[in-house]
């Protein structure tokens, strides 16, 4: 299946994964908790989402998705029934 923003959401084009942001559990500085705590509230923002130029080439919202998986690369299920 072709690449397109309706055919991720839909769960047609399955070449996708979630992000996701590691550290060490106490492993992070008061302003590096500070830093990661903006990337991700900015990464669930869906303003932030469609005018950054980050996203609108790359990414596609959560918000818009009408599938799910369990884990990167897992069975893609849909959330709509």
């Given at each position: 299946?072709?690449?397109?923003?309706a055919?991720?959401?839909?769960?047609?084009?399955?070449?996708?994964?979630?992000?996701?942001?590691?550290?060490?559990?106490?492993?992070?500085?008061?302003?590096?908790?500070l830093?990661?705590?903006?990337?991700?509230?900015?990464?669930?923002?869906?303003?932030?989402?469609?005018?950054?130029?980050?996203?609108?080439?790359?990414?596609?919202?959560?918000?818009?998705?009408?599938?799910?998986?369990?884990?990167?690369?897992?069975?893609i299920?849909?959330i709509?029934?």
């Open positions: 299946m072709a690449y397109s923003s055919n991720v959401y839909n769960g047609s084009y399955a070449l996708w994964g979630y992000e996701h942001i590691v550290n060490r559990v106490g492993g992070l500085s008061q302003n590096q908790t830093v990661r705590n903006a990337l991700k509230a900015a990464i669930k923002n869906p303003t932030f989402q469609s005018t950054n130029p980050l996203y609108t080439a790359s990414f596609e919202t959560l918000s818009g998705m009408s599938v799910e998986r369990s884990a990167d690369g897992g069975v299920t849909s709509v029934f």
